[in-house]
């Protein structure tokens, strides 16, 4: 079955960056597009962006252009967001999902990884 | 950004139905999505371009709307449902969500 396994909590200091990973199995990786969403602590849903893997265009949410950067490796199957110049407001859960087409909706999600910012 | 307004928090007893809206500040077709979360889980995809059923999940959850006023609907509610619901809409660029529909138990 369609899986996406992210990588583990992270607490990382102010001004730093982190890099993210969601490594997918159970589908054609190059074929789906790849989101990556926020949740701030008792907050909704924001979307950061996607990458599609097949060719390794990106499109961001403009609020998050110059936070985020989202990469993928096709031999690995893991696509990876990184998060620069770390503030407590990006102290959150960040999910990765896929979709199936440009305009998809979020069929398949990963368990999430908890970002902390803190000195 | 499209805004997207979602009623507030419902109380409900098992059995009962209950209807969540939310409405667009601008028109998103039928490109209007809903999701449960429960408590420390991911979010998980309940109903697709407003009124698709996606794999897995009962029929008991429908969606309905277009345009910009949206309706999903859980009849007859059951325990296991006490979440956070949301829609999110793909039809614009961002992609947005809805704040969130939280329905606990009477």
């Known amino acids: 079955q369609i899986q996406l396994q992210q990588s583990g909590t992270e607490l990382v200091k102010p001004a730093s960056s982190v890099k993210i990973s969601c490594k997918a199995s159970g589908y054609a990786f190059t074929s789906n597009y790849i989101h990556w969403i926020r949740q701030q602590p008792g907050n909704g849903l924001e979307w950061i962006g996607w990458i599609y893997p097949g060719n390794g265009n990106t499109k961001y949410n403009q609020k998050f252009d110059g936070k985020a950067t989202l990469t993928a490796d096709k031999s690995s199957s893991t696509a990876y967001m990184q998060l620069s110049s770390l503030t407590s407001e990006d102290s959150a859960v960040y999910f990765c999902?896929?979709?199936?087409?440009?305009?998809?909706?979020?069929?398949?999600w990963g368990q999430g990884t908890l970002v902390t910012v803190s000195s | 950004d499209t805004v997207l307004t979602q009623s507030p928090a419902l109380a409900v007893s098992p059995g009962e139905r209950v209807t969540i809206s939310c409405r667009a500040s601008?028109?998103?077709?039928?490109?209007m999505h809903w999701y449960q979360q429960k408590p420390g889980q991911q979010p998980k995809l309940l109903i697709y371009k407003a009124s698709n059923l996606a794999s897995g999940v009962p029929a008991r959850f429908s969606g309905s709307g277009s345009g910009t006023d949206f309706t999903f609907t859980i009849d007859p509610v059951e325990a296991d449902d006490i979440a956070t619901y949301y829609c999110?809409?793909?039809?614009?660029?961002?992609?947005?969500f809805g704040g969130g529909t939280k329905v606990e138990l009477k």
């Open positions: 999110q809409q793909s039809w614009n660029s961002p992609r947005t």
């Open positions: 999902a896929g979709s199936y087409g440009y305009g998809g909706w979020f069929a398949y």
């Open positions: 601008e028109s998103v077709s039928t490109l």
